[in-house]
């Protein structure tokens, strides 16, 4: 018999197990990670969950020994929801700058390489997490991003890549107070935005990928999301007319924000200037 992460293991059992795969309930102490370049007044700290699959038992094993950092910046878990053989990478908390600096790229392009899917898995397969410190933002900001989610959701479905799923609903008013519907616990973590954990707020909406770009671009989108709702009110965003519009052009003004801007305007939600 074999034991990992407290669990016992067969021989057969062993031998398609990984020692960098831990149980689906570890939780290491987490490892706060900034840029030298941050500004120390704007330290949001994002952390994302990863999932990806359908290789082998041997094969994702391989893989998961092949990119692990000794858990510096990340480490990986076991996921019954994965099709196949796979994993959730799951990110310290780590400033958006901080992120760019890091090999991503090249730990999500060796991922690819093996065979390993995310998006391509399905949309109710995989997702890609994200989340912030609660205590970046007051109750209220929070309100403010999860009603402003859920009341532009054509946009953010096609952001997030999939339809509403029950792994992630949006959530509606049906004709009661915001303060009652939004930015608070509902008794259930499957939604888009989720208020049940203590440290963070989670955003579920988002579908797996592997393409390093797209990774990116949603992890500046929720960047985004936070910073610009910091400076705003319910009643600033409602008298912009179109409240999408001034959040993609807040976007679009923040160097950044590169890969999002792309991103938006590969799927026509921000507007491309035409040459003359």
Known sequence: MYCHDDGTYCEYCNESHSSSIHQYSYEPYLNFLSSDKDDENR???LGFE???GGVSSSERNRIAD???DGEETFYLKEDGSIP?????LVSHPITLKRHKELDWEIILNAMSSAGMKSHDLGEESCGLHVHVS???????????????????????ELIARRKETHWARFKKSNGQ??????????GTRYQAVNFENSNTVEFRLFRGTLKYSTFM???????ALVHWA??????????????FENFTGYIKSNPLYPNAVNYLKENNLMEVKKCA
Do not use: H
């Open 134 to 156: 609660r205590n970046y933002l007051s109750p209220y900001k929070w309100l403010l991003i999860d009603w402003f989610i859920s009341k532009y959701q054509a946009q953010f």
């Open 66 to 68: 092949e990119i692990s």
């Open 177 to 186: 107070n915001i303060k009652e519907v939004y930015g608070k616990s509902s």
């Open 43 to 45: 330290l949001a700290y």
């Open 84 to 88: 196949d053989y796979g994993f959730e």
């Open 230 to 243: 910091g400076q705003l009110s319910i009643s600033d965003i409602l008298s912009t007319g179109d409240a």
């Open 217 to 223: 671009a949603t992890l500046e989108i929720v960047d």
């Open 50 to 52: 990863l999932e990806a």
